[in-house]
């Protein structure tokens, strides 16, 4: 995989963002995919996952309700749509790729960042208040 995130920028608390991963390689249809963010002096924190069929997904407790995660196979891009942003929501957000297994192996492994092998550059989402 390799990874392209995108979409990132400043905004006011309340506002939303959508950030995009495109995969130019050839491997997007047979990965498991997943968001994570690092804010400063923070460690990798998990954000949200989808499984490679589109239909397994699973957020960080912190999200609420405010961003859902989707993949488009046509274009081989990862998404993540984040609604009604707080300045804690600040940070580089990267999109990793790998195949992380059947189903049990999914719902274990998805939300640990040491599962994926392939990362993007990242995109920093900056909230104002």
């Known amino acids: 995989a390799q990874l392209a995130e995108s979409g990132g920028g400043s905004v006011q608390a309340g506002g939303s963002l959508r950030l995009s991963c495109a995969d130019s390689?050839?491997?997007?249809?047979?990965?498991?995919m997943a968001w994570f963010r690092e804010g400063l002096g923070k460690a990798r924190e998990f954000v949200a996952a989808?499984?490679?069929?589109?239909?397994?997904?699973k957020y960080g407790d912190f999200v609420k309700g405010r961003f859902t995660i989707s993949r488009d196979t046509v274009k081989s891009t990862l998404y993540l749509q984040m609604n009604s942003l707080n300045p804690e929501d600040t940070a580089v957000y990267y999109c990793?790729?790998?195949?992380?297994?059947?189903?049990?192996?999914?719902?274990?492994?998805?939300?640990?960042?040491?599962?994926?092998?392939?990362w993007g550059q990242g995109t920093q989402v900056t909230v104002s208040s």
């Open positions: 990793g790729a790998d195949r992380l297994g059947n189903s049990g192996r999914w719902n274990q492994y998805a939300s640990n960042p040491l599962s994926y092998e392939y």
């Open positions: 390689g050839p491997t997007f249809n047979r990965n498991d």
């Open positions: 989808i499984d490679r069929a589109g239909t397994g997904t």
